[in-house]
């Protein structure tokens, strides 16, 4: 059973770090994409930053790049997001995520399978 558990999340201010984590089990990075999403208040959720095992190079959305770094442990069967000069518009609802489909390519621009249920992070100003 595929489950992934995020933790990390917290209220900081407006220029700060967080650093979340995310377990997995039932699975192994070599196999399925990986990826950070999140889902702001009234917003649809998006992609973060996602990795596909076929390249391993890390996609990152456009207002996080330079700030954000998506990276993991096989070891402890880990993924992390670092996050940097956290502004007021992150605040958002922070998830881990699995699939199946691996792309040649990195993307976040599809439906993955499988979801943690969530950290919270709040961005204040």
């Known amino acids: 059973e595929v489950q992934l558990v995020e933790s990390g999340g917290g209220l900081v201010q407006a220029g700060g770090s967080l650093r979340l984590s995310c377990v997995i089990s039932g699975f192994t990075f070599d196999d399925y994409a990986i990826g950070w999403f999140r889902q702001a208040p009234g917003k649809e959720r998006e992609g973060v930053s996602c990795?596909?095992?076929?390249?391993?190079?890390?996609y990152y959305e456009d207002s996080v790049k330079g700030r954000f770094t998506f990276s993991s442990d096989s070891a402890k069967n880990t993924l992390y997001l670092q996050m940097n000069s956290l502004k007021p518009e992150d605040t958002a609802v922070y998830y881990c995520?699995?699939?199946?489909?691996?792309?040649?390519?990195?993307?976040?621009?599809?439906?993955?399978?499988?979801y943690g249920r969530g950290t919270q992070v709040t961005v204040s100003s």
């Open positions: 990795i596909s095992s076929s390249d391993g190079m890390p």
């Open positions: 995520a699995a699939s199946t489909l691996v792309p040649a390519t990195s993307t976040c621009d599809y439906e993955y399978d499988y």
